[in-house]
Every structure is written in structure tokens, then in C-alpha cells.
């Protein structure tokens, strides 16, 4: 199992898109289903646009869906942070839906960190440009060991 992060298309209409949103450090993985808006993939496109150059300390905040029993569906906070020499640095927090436990609503959580680099955040970039556009139906950043 290699460190990656993945996104996986599994539905759709005119305005919104399912995803499986996955995260795996190389050991483990946690996985959600979150819904997301077509504006927001072209906005996280962009977000990444302007992030990747910033390769001495730039941090980018990804966040998908809302965290806590009240929002629908799941929830991830992805932070990208390039650290000493270019070398980028990835935690995730990843949420699941909500549902009943007993006499309360819980929802699992994970929390998992990776390395990766600049020309594998080019392709995700690329990758998510294509799932954004209707052209494919994933995107993936691998990680480094």
C-alpha cells in the first residue's frame, strides 16, 4: 500500500458530485462519501494553481463537506505544506457521515499524514482539472515512502 490521497467520482448531476475521498499513509487508510459542488473543484483547482509555486513554506487548506453532526454527509480538512527543500508535507482529518450509537450519533474519524513532492502534485493538479471538468472520473496525489 503506498501514501496517497484519492478521489473518487461515484456520482453525479448538474450541480453537485459524490465522492469517495480516500486517504492512505502506507499503513492505513480511511475512506468517506462527501458530496461536493461542481464550483468548488474548479475553485480547488485554481486554490492549487496559485499554491504550487510556493515552494519555500507555502500552505494550502483544502476542506470539503462540514465537520460535526450537524452537516450532511462526510468531511475532510487536507493541509498541504511544502517544507525544507521542496519537499511536501500532507495531513489529513477525514470524517464520516453520522448515525446512530446507541443513545447518541457518532462518526469515525481519521487522521493520517504523508510526504509527497512537486511533480506529483502537478499531476494530481492536472488530474483534478480533468475530474472537474466531466473528462475523467478520478485523481490521485501519491505520496513518497
Known amino acids: ?3 496517497s ?3 473518487q467520482k461515484i456520482w453525479e448531476d ?3 458530485i459524490e465522492v469517495v475521498f480516500t486517504v492512505s499513509d502506507g499503513q492505513s487508510t480511511f475512506a468517506t462519501e462527501l ?3 461542481r464550483g468548488t473543484l474548479r475553485e480547488t ?3 492549487l494553481d496559485r499554491f504550487k509555486p510556493q515552494v519555500h513554506g507555502g500552505i494550502y487548506d483544502l476542506e470539503w463537506g462540514g465537520f460535526g453532526p450537524e452537516y ?3 468531511a475532510v480538512r487536507i ?3 511544502f517544507y525544507h527543500n521542496a519537499r511536501l508535507c500532507i495531513s489529513g482529518l477525514i470524517e464520516s457521515d453520522y448515525t446512530e450509537f446507541g443513545p447518541k450519533k457518532i462518526a ?8 509527497s513532492e512537486p511533480a506529483l502534485l502537478d499531476n494530481f493538479i492536472e488530474e483534478l482539472r480533468s475530474l472537474s471538468k466531466g473528462a475523467s472520473d478520478s485523481a490521485s496525489l501519491t505520496g513518497k515512502i
Not at 108 to 115: I, M, N, P
Open 5 to 7: 490521497l484519492e478521489i
Open 72 to 74: 450532511a454527509s462526510g
Open 108 to 115: 469515525s474519524r481519521g487522521e493520517l499524514y504523508f510526504y
Open 1 to 3: 500500500m503506498k501514501p
Open 14 to 16: 448538474d450541480d453537485m
Open 45 to 47: 483547482v485554481e486554490d
Open 35 to 37: 458530496y461536493v459542488g
Open 79 to 81: 493541509r498541504l505544506h
